[in-house]
């Protein structure tokens, strides 16, 4: 379970001080599926470096299966599986050695990294990418091999920013599939969307920040009750008080 509590970071000083994000709170518990949801410049992308240790917040706690992750920073990235917004592959690796690697990292023996990358291999259908180097990879193919290395260490909680970003139509379906999995294992998954078709397919829970706050933390069916609307989209417009449309 990952649980953010008043969270607030900001850049700059003066009269150039931003506010990326200004006291966002929630909970995205194990077993379900949590969407991040947010327009460009709202936080999400801040609040998630926040939660995988990346960025350190100026106030405000995360606590992940109840470790502070600001007072113990390395357990929590043991419990941790993070596709990051940059994937961030060695391009002189195939995706089966990138995964290895980061086994290695985890402290993996070499059978379990051997049975564990077949696996995501497998579950993610890359076995015709898995022993190319990953330069020259398409935007679809590098988040599969990062997803795949994210998960080697076999983390409780997941956490995916964009995973379905450059896929196509059958690898999109296969990553719902996968999604709906780890769901199923009893893992916390939170992932950010800037796709109602995906968020109304997989999410169990909806968070909504604008302007670096949480404007909304429901269910999708108790959004579109909130709101009146019966389209997620339209719904998630009337909730950041904007027509600007979704962001990335």
């Known amino acids: 379970m990952i649980e953010v509590r008043n969270l607030h970071k900001t850049f700059g000083s003066g009269a150039k001080k931003v506010v990326a994000v200004d006291g966002v709170g929630f909970t995205a518990r ?7 949801l947010g327009p460009n410049g709202a936080g999400k992308t801040t609040t998630l470096r926040c939660l995988y240790t990346l960025m350190r917040p100026d106030s405000g706690q ?17 419990s941790l599986g993070v596709l990051p917004d940059a994937r961030g592959l060695y391009k002189r690796l195939t995706a089966r050695e990138n995964i290895a690697y980061f086994g290695r990292l985890h402290g ?13 291999i497998r579950a993610l259908e890359m076995e015709d ?13 590098r988040v599969k091999a990062a997803i ?21 139509v059958m690898a999109t379906r296969a ?19 800037h796709i109602m078709q995906e968020v109304a397919a997989l999410c169990d829970r909806i968070v909504v920040i604008a302007r670096g706050r949480v404007v909304a933390d429901e269910s999708p069916d108790a959004l579109r009750t909130q709101t009146g609307e019966a389209n997620l989209e339209d719904a998630f417009v009337k909730l950041i008080g904007s027509d600007e449309g979704l962001a990335a």
Do not use: W, Y
Request: proline residues 3%; charged residues 30%; hydrophobic residues 40%.
């Open 175 to 193: 990553m719902r599939t996968f999604l709906k999995q780890l769901k199923n294992e009893g893992r916390c998954v939170l992932f950010s969307s």
């Open 62 to 78: 995360v606590l992940v299966d109840g470790v502070d992750a600001a007072a113990d920073p390395l357990s929590v990235r043991r």
């Open 129 to 141: 990418i898995a022993d190319r180097r990953t330069e020259g990879f398409s935007q679809g193919q």
């Open 30 to 36: 194990d077993g379900e599926i949590t969407g991040l």
């Open 108 to 120: 993996l023996d070499e059978a379990t990294i051997r049975s564990r990358s077949d696996a995501a």
């Open 148 to 168: 795949a290395r994210a998960l080697v260490h076999d983390p409780k909680n997941v956490i995916l920013d964009e995973p379905t970003n450059g896929l196509d």
